[in-house]
């Protein structure tokens, strides 16, 4: 099939061909939003205004309320993380970024824990799977934390002590209020 070429016409018009009434078109539009942002940036009513920039990071944005933020592990009633090291949210993460070493436990109730947790933040999509996976509420993303921002790569891997510091105790119990395995024998 032989191909349909389009020819398109040069421009006519001293004003299409020089460009320059574009030109001057286009900064006419950026002095009309100068004019009339520059009075009410000066009155301080940044409010007002319609500039889409922010004078970060005097000002920040406010984030939406489903905004999740930076990851935490929760702790259990005696300060333990509540971490069983079952795998599940490495697991389930699309972008591979938690990494678990896990160890025994000295609890006899309680069979593993993660000797090392780490989140990778920087590969971290904000998906939210790994607290969905998570059968017994130990890992959540609602701090609200925007991750910061590093010049060093390793900065971006938060360990399980800085996961800790956010976390604070759950007394969710698996299956539900009041489930207990002993009952179901
Ligand atoms: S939010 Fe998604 S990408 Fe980030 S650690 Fe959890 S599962 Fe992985
Ligand atoms: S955080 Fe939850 S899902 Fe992930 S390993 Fe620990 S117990 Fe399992």
Redesign the pocket.
């Known amino acids: 099939m032989a191909a349909t070429v389009k020819i398109a016409n040069r421009p006519a018009g001293w004003k299409r061909q020089s460009y320059l009434w574009g030109a001057m078109q286009g900064m006419g539009v950026t002095l009309r939003h100068f004019l009339r942002n520059w009075p009410r940036n000066l009155l301080g009513r940044r409010a007002d205004s319609d500039i889409a920039t922010l004078a970060y990071p005097e000002e920040k944005r406010r984030y939406p309320p489903r905004n999740r933020g930076l990851h935490r592990?929760m702790k259990r009633a005696d300060g333990q993380v509540?971490?069983?090291?079952?795998?599940?949210?490495?697991t389930?993460c699309p972008a591979h970024c938690?990494s678990?070493v896990p160890e025994e436990s000295e609890d006899p109730r309680i069979e593993k824990r993660?000797r090392i947790?780490q989140i990778d933040e920087l590969r971290c999509v904000v998906c939210g799977l790994?607290v969905e996976?998570?059968?017994?509420?130990?890992?959540r993303m609602d701090t609200g934390i925007h991750a910061w921002p590093t010049t060093r790569r390793a900065d971006a891997i938060l360990d399980k002590e800085e996961l800790l510091s956010r976390g604070e105790i759950s007394t969710a119990v698996q299956g539900g209020a009041g489930f207990s395995w002993r009952e179901r024998k």
Do not use: E, G, N, T
């Open positions: 592990l509540r971490c069983v090291a079952c795998m599940m949210c490495p389930a938690i678990i993660p947790f790994c996976a998570c059968p017994c509420d130990a890992i």
